[in-house]
């Protein structure tokens, strides 16, 4: 063991470089002009490039067109990652043989914990499990300096907002919901392992300027309504692609009435929209929080800045334009329900028991879960518990199973000196580890509802793909505010609507929950918490070994990928047409195959196992030439065997979901050469082109209908494309393998000139790699 210890007010990298960003910043507004109002996200953004005038004079009509052309080559201060993601990016990084990263960072040990029955029993048992990955994971911090939050400490978004977000710094996150840090006014970036190793080795990081959509806030939350809502609603107008190629930029005079916790929830799920990242103005519940979090130092810098008004790096300008405006009055938000099976299926509480009725959804549930990275803040909880208590009275238990997933150690020894654990374990709920657990389907679920039977449960988190908890897809995940899913416990009903109806109580008196009220903070502060959960120091130790045993099935050293043929990709063939929706867990399934995370080869045999064929609706069902059916992992690696490359054809959206790169590592692995899609997810888009897939879409639509599986597939043109930096067109010409039939469908591409030179190098890596000994 090394040095553990909460980085203290002194700590220098937890204070974001404001005098250079706030310089920076003028140099932006020289470059586009000083008439030019920018919106908040746009300044920090543009304060983090590596060359302002490049990046926002190129292909731009000279500066006026920016969002949506320039790709932005930026520097982001600092880099978290968690221990599912972190195995990759650490065994890419290490390849670049570099002695320390070049920005800060950290890693949680989040993701590999199961909830089952406690933490007390859980957490040593995952520990256990896992020791090989966290070992390897504690190594490579210490022998580049990264701040290692061991297993226990709390889920990487809690930690950083905790510790390391803060207004107007950037960051990457290898994890989608890394926007959770834009609540302190961070602009907070989920991508994939390969991305964060550009900021490790301190190459520039590439993006496509995104576009802004503001979020108008007016009025005040109150009652049963609560920040949750807001997004949970938000994603119910904007769909799960509405926020595509948009970070979403809250503004508008009910921010300031917002906690800093809320805002954090907020931007935690503009990831189920697809938005680059979601951010707040620096506003006046920050400062409380970040005070309260050892940060007073931050918050009085932040001050400082933010006092240049709105001009200031820290807020948007007066006269800034959005791509798109939402307003939402929070005087009339309603709490909402969504689901089940997409977080964008919105259902406001009044109409949602007539919608379980219509719908046919089971009129039971069999648990509540609260907590997790959405939503485990000292205000979630106190919420919760005031409803807990008003049961209790009244002499109630939840009929549901009531599980409680505390975000952090910080938030879990707070809650538990503040007696608010006491109250859940003692109305029955279960404190689960500081860790994903359920979330991220490390979920033992105890309570008998078979596999393959229709199931409802409800849960504060924020994701709610089929068989995303349990690994059962039968079983409905509606997303709730904590509140909502505390008080729908107690009646074990889907159609109970707490705000308007009752509860009979053992003594046979009615019982009606009042609204509940809590605190946004702890009057007594934050605690520590036990102290074996601190992060270790942030310094590089070159005697540090970091072993990888040759023989382990967890973790394996990465083969470089052949690079790209010198001409176009010909003779390719149709592994699968998917129908539907094709998430990344539908691309990579987590569950039990998180162990192997750390493992190429071993994980590829989950390849799209959750995908839908579009000719026979089956699930991981493909045939070959020949008709022999096959899973798909397994016909893959049979064409593999015999040389055969291969595509995928997918409908909308392709990759949504989370920033897991193992969904474009796999099928490159598996000898995946092209995704044809109608359209991708963002952070899934970047994660193909940076492994060496090319990633293309129908320029037509209903193209999709003309190619199936085992067709045969030529790039016309993608090589001359890739040569030219991203310039001209690409064709697809196919041969249908059932009557021979040749015709050539065109597509469409978002390569940059980085991105066309990792495909020609074979990886993004690759390149790096040629770049370092060069
Ligand atoms: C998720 O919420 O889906 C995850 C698990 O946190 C993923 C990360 C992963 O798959 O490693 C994410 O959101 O990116
Ligand atoms: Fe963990 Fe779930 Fe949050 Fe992902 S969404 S980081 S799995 S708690």
Redesign the pocket.
């Known amino acids: 063991l090394f040095a553990r210890g909460l980085a203290t007010e002194a700590s220098s990298s937890r204070m974001p470089p404001y005098p250079k960003l706030v310089r920076n910043l003028e140099q932006v507004r020289r470059v586009l002009g000083s008439d030019r109002a920018l919106t908040l996200a746009e300044k920090i953004l543009y304060a983090h490039l590596d060359n302002a005038e490049e990046s926002l004079l190129t292909g731009t009509n000279n500066g006026r067109d920016v969002r949506g052309k320039a790709n932005l080559k930026l520097k982001p201060d600092r880099v978290a990652m968690?221990d599912a993601s972190a195995q990759m990016a650490l065994l890419q990084f290490m390849s670049c043989g570099l002695p320390s990263t070049a920005v800060p960072a950290s890693i949680h040990c989040?993701?590999m914990i199961v909830g089952e029955r406690g933490a007390d029993t859980d957490l040593p048992a995952s520990i256990k499990g896992n020791s090989e990955v966290f070992d390897f994971l504690e190594s490579a911090a210490k022998r580049y300096g990264i701040e290692f939050w061991p297993p226990g400490a709390g889920?990487?978004?809690q930690s950083v907002l905790e510790n390391y977000a803060a207004p107007g710094l950037m960051m990457l996150g290898t994890?989608?919901?890394t926007p959770n840090g834009g609540g302190l006014g961070a602009i907070a970036i989920g991508v994939g392992g390969a991305d964060a190793v550009d900021a490790l080795v301190d190459a520039p990081w590439e993006l496509k300027a995104p576009k802004i959509l503001g979020v108008r806030l007016e009025g005040k939350l109150s009652g049963w309504a609560s920040p949750k809502d807001i997004i949970l609603s938000l994603a119910g107008k904007l769909t799960v692609r509405g926020g595509t190629g948009y970070v979403v930029e809250y503004h508008g005079p009910g921010v300031e009435t917002l906690s800093c916790t809320g805002m954090a929830t907020c931007c935690?799920m503009g990831a189920e929209v697809g938005a680059t990242t979601s951010i707040f103005p620096f506003s006046p519940s920050m400062v409380p929080y970040l005070q309260s979090t050892h940060r007073g130092h931050v918050a009085e810098a932040a001050g400082e800045v933010a006092a240049a008004g709105p001009s200031s790096l820290l807020r948007a300008d007066t006269k800034a334009e959005y791509d798109q405006v939402v307003t939402i009055n929070l005087s009339e938000l309603e709490p909402h329900i969504n689901g089940p099976f997409t977080p964008d299926f919105s259902v406001p509480l009044s109409k949602f028991a007539d919608t379980v009725r219509e719908k046919k959804w089971p009129e039971t549930f069999g648990a509540g879960l609260i907590g997790?990275?959405?939503n485990s803040s000292y205000e979630d909880m106190t919420r919760a518990e005031d409803l807990v208590k008003q049961a209790t009275a009244a002499g109630l238990k939840p009929k549901a199973d009531f599980f409680i997933?505390p975000?952090s150690e910080q938030i879990r020894a707070t809650l538990d000196r503040d007696q608010t654990l006491n109250t859940f374990s003692e109305a029955g709920g279960i404190v689960l580890a500081n860790?994903?657990?359920p979330?991220?389907g490390q979920w033992k679920r105890t309570d008998g509802v078979p596999k393959g039977e229709d199931n409802a449960i409800f849960t504060s988190?924020?994701?709610n793909f089929p068989g995303r908890n349990d690994g059962n897809r039968q079983t409905m995940n509606f997303l709730a505010s904590p509140e909502l899913v505390t008080a729908l416990a107690y009646s074990g009903s889907t159609t109970f609507n707490p705000m308007t109806d009752s509860l009979t109580a053992p003594d046979g008196s009615t019982f009606k929950f009042q609204p509940p009220s809590g605190f946004d903070l702890p009057s007594a502060g934050f605690e520590e918490g036990n102290p074996n959960f601190l992060p270790t120091a942030a310094v590089p130790d070159a005697s540090s070994e970091v072993i990888v045993s040759p023989t382990s099935d967890r973790l394996a050293l990465l083969e470089p990928f052949a690079p790209f043929p010198k001409g176009d990709l010909s003779g390719l063939q149709v592994l699968y047409k998917v129908k539907g929706q094709c998430t990344t867990d539908t691309i990579s399934a987590?569950g039990p195959w998180l162990k192997y995370k750390g493992h190429l080869p071993n994980i590829s045999a989950n390849t799209l196992i959750g995908a839908v064929n579009a000719a026979t609706g089956e699930t991981n069902v493909a045939y070959d030439e020949a008709g022999k059916q096959y899973g798909i992992p397994e016909l893959a690696e049979a064409w593999k065997e015999r040389g055969i490359s291969w595509l995928v054809v997918a409908e909308d959206n392709y990759g949504e979901g989370?920033a897991r790169e193992h969904a474009a590592l796999q099928p490159r692995y598996l000898g995946g050469r092209v995704i044809v899609s109608k359209s991708f997810a963002r952070i899934h888009e970047t994660n193909l082109k940076k492994q060496g897939v090319v990633p293309l879409t129908f320029a037509n639509r209903e193209d999709y209908d003309r190619i199936d599986a085992c067709d045969k597939v030529d790039t016309v043109g993608l090589y001359d494309v890739l040569q030219a930096g991203g310039q001209g067109d690409i064709k697809l010409r196919v041969t249908k393998q059932k009557t021979g039939e040749v015709f050539e469908v065109p597509v469409q591409h978002t390569f940059s000139k980085d991105q066309c030179a990792f495909i020609l190098a074979g990886s993004a890596l690759n390149l790096l790699a040629k770049k370092a000994s060069s």
């Open positions: 968690q989040d993701h889920i990487i978004h994890d989608s919901h935690n997790s990275c959405t997933t975000g860790a994903c657990g979330c991220i988190y924020n994701r987590a989370s």
